[in-house]
């Protein structure tokens, strides 16, 4: 049975969400895989809600070809490119990806924006999220009063989650016309005859590459396959 105590335990467990700041990322250009485990590490000292929602290689290299990271030179990532990273991985779960891009190329439009300023406004953005956890849980309980609603009784526990789920609603609503009003979607570009062209060769060549990529891991293991029934001919007769 639900009550006022369990409620506010689980609301409290429920925001303990723990993201890797600015200052915590070391001075040095990382690999995808020591980016990764900074985040999974990070992620382990709060929620274990939290633990299914893991950055993964796919992700990143998912932002890359979207345009929402700067060009990486080479197989590192420098600090930018990590706290564009983790700018995207924390909007994702409210906004969209074309949301997203709206809002950090608004960001980089404004003149003498550099990397230096995402990384203070990413660390300002993670100190106000911090504050918003305790006004969460303000909110919480003012909606029930509000309403008068007490979660001891069963339908009062449902028109809670519903009350925060309207709530819910609304804001994003709200932050989402203020990135259409501000960031609107570009008008789709006229496609010539000249770019259809690239298109179609960039993606033939695309094709071509998988196909090679394909036979050569498939030769790779029809050897290693070949190699094992040798070894494994070869101790049998050896018994």
Known sequence: MMNQEKLLKLAEDAVKEEDLSAREIPAIDLYVDQILNLVAEK??????????????KTMI??????????????????????????????????????EIKRLLNGAYAIEGFSGDDLVVLYDRY???KEQNRGYALEILEELQHRSELDVTKEKDMMMTVGALLSLSAF???IAQSMIDAEYPEPE???????????????????EKEDKKEKEKAEKEKA?????????????SSEE
């Open 223 to 235: 050897k290693k396959e070949k190699k094992e029934k040798k070894e494994s001919a070869e101790a």
């Open 171 to 173: 804001l994003k609503d």
């Open 61 to 98: 290299n998912n932002y890359s070809k979207d345009g929402l990271i700067t060009p990486v030179k080479g197989k590192k990532y420098n600090k930018e490119q990590i706290v564009q990273i983790l700018t995207i991985y924390t909007l994702k779960n409210t906004l969209s990806i074309g």
């Open 126 to 128: 993670l100190a106000i």
């Open 43 to 56: 992620q382990k000292e709060g929620s274990e809600r939290y633990y299914d929602r893991q950055l993964t």
């Open 188 to 206: 789709p570009e006229e496609v010539t005859e000249e770019k259809e062209k690239a298109e179609k060769k960039a993606e033939k060549k695309a």
